[in-house]
């Protein structure tokens, strides 16, 4: 059963720190997503890869957030230095070309910044 | 400009009765539709989807909804929910551009 995976789970950092949050996609998909998701702004677009290039990054605060994909296989999501609003869970999704745009989400990564 | 909403924030149904949550959209073409479920804790798990065809469509876990074009409406429905129900539901319609316009998602209570 082909799954989207996310590493740490659960992250809890001071603030200040850089934290990496990895997402591998399912094998074969070409599209990848990074979402944020909060009580109080829902669920965010934060940037998107097809075939690892970057199509929309707009989503990003761009002076602390970097996302990457440096192979098929893995997406990193990168915030340095993070901040205590940076508080959320972060989801990476999957797509193919052929799927009509059906997104395939991972576990998320839920992160606290104290 | 495209935009889902789905106009009930919470709703509240007995375990064992009917179930119909509310999604209309904006958009300029053929829409291809989604409903995704969130358990708590959980990512979002897709339930069915519209790309042409049968207007109606099942799901998984017994979910079902229905397209109506001149209403821009794809409810979703369950004929009889259980406790394990309960979660958030977010409509969705496919953007031009390989992404998703997402609805805010309505909270289902489900009362014993």
């Known amino acids: 059963d082909a799954r989207v995976t996310q590493t740490p789970r659960h992250k809890v950092t001071e603030m200040g720190q850089e934290v990496t949050m990895r997402c591998q996609p399912i094998l074969g998909h070409n599209t990848v997503f990074w979402y944020r998701q909060t009580m109080m702004q829902g669920l965010e677009l934060l940037a998107y890869f097809r075939n690892r290039a970057p199509l929309d990054d707009s989503g990003m605060p761009k002076d602390r957030f970097s996302a990457e994909m440096p192979d098929a296989t893995l997406a990193t999501l990168k915030i340095q230095p993070s901040e205590p609003r940076d508080s959320a869970v972060y989801f990476c999704?999957?797509?193919?070309?052929?799927?009509?745009?059906?997104?395939?989400f991972g576990p998320g990564t839920r992160l606290t910044v104290l | 400009a495209q935009s889902v909403t789905q106009p009930d924030i919470h709703i509240t149904v007995s375990e064992g009765a009917s179930l119909e949550l509310r999604c209309n959209y904006s958009?300029?073409?053929?829409?291809?539709l989604f409903w995704y479920v969130q358990s708590p804790g959980q990512g979002l798990q897709l339930l069915l989807k519209?790309?042409?065809?049968d207007t109606l469509v099942q799901g998984i876990k017994g979910f079902e909804a229905e397209f109506k074009r001149s209403q821009s409406s794809f409810n979703l429905r369950k004929p009889s929910v259980h406790w394990s129900d309960a979660a958030e539901y977010f409509c969705?319609?496919?953007?031009?551009?390989?992404?998703?316009?997402w609805g805010a998602g309505t909270k289902l209570i489900i009362k014993p």
């Open positions: 999704a999957s797509a193919s070309s052929g799927g009509g745009g059906t997104q395939y």
């Open positions: 958009y300029g073409a053929t829409p291809y």
């Open positions: 519209y790309f042409s065809g």
């Open positions: 969705a319609v496919g953007a031009s551009n390989y992404q998703l316009i």
